[in-house]
């Protein structure tokens, strides 16, 4: 049996900064709250509270003078009251998501309404929401959008959906403005790193018999890695860790393939891809 990894997958840009940033804060004052988990990865949560950064729920909870915002961002209300609280604030917002959360921005105060392509429920999109100023509403169907639309709409997508999806949704909420004579402003802002490991795994997922997904279970960029391999025709298991891996999946496959969402470390990934060779029928 052969194990062929992604050539694209684990920690993100985004990610590996927002670490580093949140390390080097709480080195510097000895310990730090972020407000949520910083990624959506329970190793990488309970490696960094070993190192003194601890999550709180809720700004109500904060028992420090410095708060981090984490990796998925915040609304503008949540920086006012860090602010009027009198908190330092250290900001791990990724550099992709800040881009969703201007344009957003933008848009609101041009006068459109933001439509939002993503989960509503994720806490980047509540950001980005929060950026839109009230005049925001996040969707993943162009149905969903009641009658009369506004006249003006901006179109943006949360930055780890799948960009065939967005173009689908775009094109709907473009016939719907055709039809009703509306002004429609599009963004593409799924990030490039989320790009680049779908098509990885879309592509290896084409080739083997097997895909294994290794990421966080509420991490929505490793769900839609799964969907993307599943679409391609391969068998898809998502897992969160090594022990997880069933030995009946791999029974009469010749060629399996492994990726890993943005917020999976390195050595989760080494100890599937071991366990994998382990598990593998002769080995």
């Given at each position: ?70 990796s998925h961002g915040a609304g503008p209300q949540t920086f006012a009251e860090l ?192 366990r994998l060779r382990e598990l593998a029928p002769g080995s």
């Amino acid at each position: 049996m052969k194990i062929e990894l992604a050539t694209e997958m684990g920690l993100c840009f985004g990610v590996r900064r927002a670490i580093d940033i949140v390390l080097r804060a709480a080195r510097e004052a000895g310990s730090l709250e972020t407000l949520g988990p910083l990624v959506h990865n329970r190793r990488i949560v309970a490696d960094l509270e070993a190192q003194g950064v601890t999550v709180v729920p809720a700004l109500e909870v904060l028992k420090g003078r410095r708060a981090a915002i984490t990796s998925h961002g915040a609304g503008p209300q949540t920086f006012a009251e860090l602010e009027r609280r009198g908190l330092a604030v250290v900001d791990a917002t990724c550099p992709f998501v800040r881009s969703a959360q201007r344009a957003a921005q933008r848009l609101a105060q041009g006068g459109y309404a933001v439509i939002v392509f993503g989960d509503a429920l994720h806490p980047e999109v509540q950001g980005v929401l929060g950026w839109a100023q009230g005049r925001g509403l996040a969707v993943t169907d162009p149905a969903q959008l009641k009658n009369p639309l506004p006249r003006r709409l901006g179109v943006l997508a949360q930055t780890t959906q799948n960009e065939g999806d967005f173009t689908r949704f775009a094109q709907g909420m473009l016939e719907r403005a055709l039809a009703g004579s509306l002004e429609v402003r599009l963004y593409n802002t799924i990030c490039d790193s989320t790009r680049r490991r779908q098509a990885a795994a879309q592509e290896l997922a084409r080739r083997v018999d097997l895909m294994v997904v290794v990421g966080g279970r509420s991490s929505a960029n490793t769900r839609r890695l799964a969907d993307v391999c599943a679409r391609a025709g391969a068998e898809t298991h998502a897992i969160e860790e090594a022990q997880e891996l069933d030995p009946a999946w791999l029974a009469g496959r010749e060629r399996v393939g492994l990726t890993a969402g943005a917020s999976t470390p390195d050595a989760v990934i080494a100890e599937v891809a071991a366990r994998l060779r382990e598990l593998a029928p002769g080995s």
